[in-house]
């Protein structure tokens, strides 16, 4: 049961994106966040009422992270069915099939970090390491999901600002540093919370704990700059940055590992993700400013896809 339940909810999770980009085409871009935010809110409130009533055991986890699945995808399928019945195939440009492709790489490595999706860092930590240094690892890096989060949230507004009017700079501008203010926010709780939530025996990553929260916020400011770059039509320039931010990424842990342990890989993830940022804001000032006409993120060619199939 357990594995079949796993296999479904990856599944599930991977469909997800797929109806927020079908969202998105249909430039429902409320519909989209609130399907980003979905699954991780469900799961967090049912990790909180599982507490509450101290049933938290890794079946009830489990079972918690199978609902959010369950329960994303199905809203999700509700929002696309009701938003692609308002989309006329013949208002959508067809791209021919090669273009589609590329762009879809492009964006692909735009949206999914090699460094992030395949987590680098935990692979090389249990490599260098070894598994208990896994765990404090991962113990750390815990609370940098929520500016993270926060990050991918935003990112599915930033679409709509940018479209709205050249006002909306302001605003955008805010979406991107309000995951790093974020994660600089946390920081200073991270000791205190990693005591809390984990017990003393997790002291030793107070300080790790602290540099990945920093870490995660910009992680966060990053997706929504990549979101800016590809409505600017700049999916190739953000896709290379991601690239080579995990290549710089990889180099830093090996060299700092050895030295610092977990600390010196928390380090080298904080560097790979300020510098990967800062790439970021570099490019999306620049495409911004260009007279290059914007291109709705998340490609109309998935919202053209659903309607044909409808039709």
Same mark, same amino acid.
């Given at each position: 049961m357990v594995v079949v339940g796993g296999g479904v909810s990856s599944f599930l999770f991977a469909v997800i994106p797929v109806q927020m980009g079908v969202l998105a085409g249909c430039r429902r871009y409320a519909s989209t966040a609130l399907l980003q935010f979905l699954p991780p809110g469900l799961y967090s409130l049912v990790l909180g009422v599982l507490l509450i009533l101290?049933?938290?055991?890794?079946?009830?986890?489990?079972?918690?992270?199978?609902?959010?699945? =369950?329960?994303?995808?199905?809203? !999700?399928? *509700?929002?696309?069915?009701?938003?692609?019945? %308002?989309?006329?195939?013949?208002?959508?440009?067809? %791209?021919?099939?090669?273009?589609?492709?590329?762009?879809? *790489? %492009? !964006?692909?490595?735009? &949206?999914?970090? $090699?460094?992030?999706?395949?987590?680098?860092?935990q692979l090389l930590v249990v490599s260098l390491g070894s598994n208990s240094a896994l765990g404090y690892y991962v113990a750390g890096l815990s609370l #940098?999901? /929520?500016?993270?989060?926060?990050?991918?949230?935003?990112?599915?507004?930033?679409?709509?600002?940018?479209?709205?009017? $050249?006002g909306a700079v302001k605003s955008v501008v805010a979406a991107v540093l309000a995951p790093f203010v974020g994660g600089l926010l946390i920081a200073p709780l991270a000791p205190?919370?990693?005591? =809390?939530?984990? !017990? !003393?025996?997790?002291?030793?990553?107070?300080?790790?704990? +602290?540099? /990945?929260?920093?870490?995660?916020? @910009?992680?966060?400011?990053?997706?929504? /700059?990549?979101?800016? &770059?590809?409505?600017?039509?700049q999916d190739g320039i953000a896709a290379k940055t991601e690239l080579a931010v995990s290549v710089v990424y990889l180099l830093l842990v090996v060299l700092t590992y050895r030295v610092w342990g977990l600390l010196g890989a +928390?380090?080298?993830?904080?560097? #790979?993700?300020?510098?990967?940022? +800062?790439?970021?804001?570099?490019? @999306?000032? %620049? @495409?911004?400013?260009?007279?290059?006409?914007?291109?709705?993120?998340?490609g109309n060619g998935l919202a053209l896809i659903w309607s044909a199939r409808r039709g």
């Amino acid at each position: 049961m357990v594995v079949v339940g796993g296999g479904v909810s990856s599944f599930l999770f991977a469909v997800i994106p797929v109806q927020m980009g079908v969202l998105a085409g249909c430039r429902r871009y409320a519909s989209t966040a609130l399907l980003q935010f979905l699954p991780p809110g469900l799961y967090s409130l049912v990790l909180g009422v599982l507490l509450i009533l101290r049933t938290f055991t890794v079946e009830t986890v489990m079972y918690a992270w199978y609902l959010s699945a =369950l329960v994303g995808a199905i809203v !999700g399928y *509700l929002l696309v069915k009701a938003a692609s019945s %308002r989309v006329s195939p013949s208002s959508v440009r067809v %791209r021919s099939a090669s273009s589609i492709r590329r762009r879809g *790489l %492009r !964006g692909l490595l735009s &949206l999914h970090s $090699p460094l992030e999706s395949f987590r680098l860092d935990q692979l090389l930590v249990v490599s260098l390491g070894s598994n208990s240094a896994l765990g404090y690892y991962v113990a750390g890096l815990s609370l #940098a999901n /929520l500016p993270k989060l926060l990050g991918q949230v935003l990112a599915t507004v930033v679409p709509a600002r940018l479209s709205s009017s $050249p006002g909306a700079v302001k605003s955008v501008v805010a979406a991107v540093l309000a995951p790093f203010v974020g994660g600089l926010l946390i920081a200073p709780l991270a000791p205190w919370a990693i005591t =809390l939530l984990f !017990g !003393g025996q997790f002291n030793d990553v107070r300080v790790v704990a +602290a540099l /990945l929260c920093v870490a995660g916020g @910009a992680m966060g400011s990053r997706k929504v /700059l990549n979101e800016v &770059l590809r409505f600017k039509g700049q999916d190739g320039i953000a896709a290379k940055t991601e690239l080579a931010v995990s290549v710089v990424y990889l180099l830093l842990v090996v060299l700092t590992y050895r030295v610092w342990g977990l600390l010196g890989a +928390a380090t080298a993830l904080l560097i #790979a993700s300020l510098g990967s940022a +800062a790439l970021g804001g570099l490019f @999306a000032r %620049r @495409a911004y400013r260009s007279k290059g006409a914007a291109t709705e993120a998340g490609g109309n060619g998935l919202a053209l896809i659903w309607s044909a199939r409808r039709g």
